[in-house]
């Protein structure tokens, strides 16, 4: 388990003090996927460099299997860090390296033995999928190749957790898919506890068990990522999943419903038979959906006809339906 109590970091310069993180509280429990999510700036990447004390904490605690960190000894503490891998936006692999020597790195440094490195590399590079490639150098690797042979270094040491600094976000979307895909085999199969940091809601729904937004220095929500999803209740949480810049925001029209779907009804046509039961049009201006925990989640907003006899209509239709619903202002 890795507790994370009061913690803040300040950076000092000449010109003032830049507060990065603020009074952070969380708890990551064994095993489970966690994400962290916030805008650039907002002070998630300084957050994961703090968990394993790459940046240290100006104030607070973190604790990791009982362990305070700010508490260990130097060599307590790189022994430590031999249970936490990271994974990096830009790959971060060694170029004069071949795949199979990137892999073996981290074992090097730990003082492992050269035939019980190279063993455990090959079967890292099987794991993800690279078992051809372990001769190629970095630049003869695509994107999301580099960031297999990544995931696989990070796991060289055996460790008990994994960070993911934005790993994704170099990627286009399919591979990007492909790669969250393969953390969450990896979960499963292993056991590793993964902190994913990212700017992106869909790269946390696709992958995440429990979701802390970061807004500004601060913890601004925390919780389960379909309740976070279906029912935000910070702003920075709704601006992430329906961003400002979509049209809904300038639209001129009718009345705006939000309409959540909470797993209870994806099977039912709700617009098809809400149109046809009030015999009145609705404009669709938002919707996002998909599965999250086995079932489909997600949000839609709708505009109302501006005609007052007919948006009314709409409005008795949901209030006697299960639907969840509320106006947008």
């Known amino acids: 388990m890795i507790e994370i109590r009061h913690l803040g970091k300040t950076y000092h310069t000449k010109e003032k003090d ?44 973190v604790v990791i299997d009982g362990k305070v ?63 051809d490639r372990e001769n190629s150098y970095p630049s003869q690797l695509s994107g999301g190749q580099k960031q297999r042979v990544a995931i696989a270094r990070a796991l060289a040491t055996n460790p008990r957790t994994i960070l993911c600094d934005e790993a994704t976000s170099a990627l286009d979307p399919n591979t990007t898919r492909s790669i969250l895909d393969l953390l969450r085999q990896i979960n499963a199969e292993l056991g590793v506890t993964i902190i994913v940091i990212t700017h992106e809601m869909k790269v946390i729904d696709q992958i995440c068990d429990r979701v802390a937004v970061i807004d500004q220095s601060h913890i601004a929500e925390e919780g389960k990522v379909s309740e976070v999803f279906t029912n935000p209740q910070s702003q920075i949480a709704k601006d992430l999943i329906i961003p400002k810049d979509l049209t809904v925001l300038e639209t001129t029209g009718g009345r705006r419903l939000r309409l959540t779907f909470d797993g209870t009804k994806t099977d039912t046509p709700i617009i098809s038979q809400m149109v ?12 996002n959906t998909r599965e999250l925990d086995g079932v489909m989640h997600g949000h839609m907003i709708i505009e109302l006809p501006s005609d007052a006899q007919q948006a009314e209509k709409i409005l008795v239709w949901l209030k006697n339906s299960e639907i969840k619903w509320r106006e947008e202002r």
Do not use: H
């Not at 790189?78 to 795949?99: C, D, Y």
């Open 18 to 61: 830049i507060v990065a993180l603020e009074d952070i509280n969380l708890t990551i429990n064994d095993g489970e996927i966690f994400g962290i999510i916030g805008l650039s700036g907002a002070g998630k990447s300084t957050l994961v460099r703090c968990i394993n004390f790459l940046e240290v904490p100006t104030s607070g605690d």
């Open 69 to 131: 960190l700010g508490q260990l000894s130097r060599k307590e503490l790189l022994k430590l860090r031999q249970s936490i891998g990271m994974i990096f936006q830009n790959f971060n692999l060694l170029e004069q390296r071949t795949v199979l020597r990137n892999v073996c790195y981290p074992m090097e440094i730990a003082g492992k033995k050269k035939d019980e490195s190279v063993a455990r590399a090959r079967e890292l590079l099987k794991l993800v999928g690279l078992e």
């Open 276 to 287: 046809l039961s009030c015999q009145a049009p609705v404009n669709i201006l938002f919707a």
